[in-house]
């Protein structure tokens, strides 16, 4: 037991130095090919440790592998939650390349809790009570694994590849409109390159709230009052490169638009 919670942080601080350093990796199913989902949930409870040791913050989670699209491509039929930290929160329209590999990005609606929701019975009621707002966001993946290929056991302890994220400047009430109706459009240098509905995930984002706290409740955690939760793309994920001007329309929630540097200007 000793020897594979030590190859469990071993395996932690090697993706910790990969996503630190934006340097690709072989995936780590390679090297231990022994390892369970549950494992892999390990590994990124304790890469949550490093970044804490780092001097970051645990602000929220993430769901990903919401839409029927992604699952297939990774053969599963449920989504994953990865953890998300505030150096992850890009606060400027500007997306620095630096230390990222080969990201790409994807349209979401934030929630941001007011209360703790725990358990595995919620209903959508329980979810609205417990919001404070929702933000449109965009996020940015960007798996540490070589040619952006992996299993489910990789993805899941590469903290689902997240990497960082944008919330828009504006929040507001989740009760004026119908998420999964909500029309997303993205453009790249101009040119309209996806668009989805908040349906693409699991039907409605609020599901996508209650799956991550079921999925929680069974290793004993929950969402605490004031975390962000990123419900998953609504469209599938495009490339960025530098010089790229995105520009990601919400309806009536407005846009949020940035460009893509090879470093950050400071
Ligand atoms: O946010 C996501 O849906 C991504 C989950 C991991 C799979 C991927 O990196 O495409
Ligand atoms: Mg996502």
């Known amino acids: 037991m000793e020897t594979k919670t030590i190859t469990l942080k071993q395996i932690a601080e090697q993706i910790d130095h990969h996503q630190t350093s934006g340097t690709d990796m072989d995936k780590v199913t390679i090297q231990s090919p022994e390892l369970s989902v549950k494992d892999a949930y390990e590994i990124q409870q304790l890469w949550e440790q490093c970044a804490i040791k780092r001097g970051d913050q645990k602000i929220g989670w993430k769901m990903g592998l919401t839409s029927v699209a992604k699952q297939r491509s990774v053969g599963v039929n449920e989504p994953i939650y990865g953890r998300l930290t505030n150096s992850m929160e890009v606060t400027s329209n500007t997306l620095s390349l630096k230390g990222l590999i080969h990201p790409r990005v994807e349209p979401e609606i934030a929630f941001v809790m007011k209360e703790e929701l725990k358990g595995e019975q919620l209903t959508a009621r329980d979810v609205w009570k417990a919001t404070e707002f929702i933000m449109p966001a965009v996020e940015v993946i960007d798996s540490r694994y070589k040619n952006f290929s992996f299993t489910l056991i990789d993805v899941v302890a590469d903290n689902a590849s997240s990497s960082r994220f944008f919330l828009s400047d504006q929040a507001f009430s989740p009760f004026q409109s119908s998420l999964d109706k909500l029309e997303v459009i993205m453009y790249r240098n101009g040119e309209k390159v996806q668009s989805g509905f908040g349906s693409a995930v699991l039907g409605h984002p609020v599901k996508s709230v209650i799956e991550l ?23 599938e994920a495009v490339n960025v490169f530098d010089g790229d001007e995105l520009k990601v329309t919400f309806d009536s929630f407005g846009e949020i638009n940035f460009d893509v540097k090879k470093e950050k200007e400071d």
Do not use: F, N, R
């Open 213 to 235: 706290a079921k999925m929680l409740h069974q290793v004993g955690l929950s969402i605490q009052p004031g975390m962000v939760i990123l419900t998953g793309g609504i469209t």
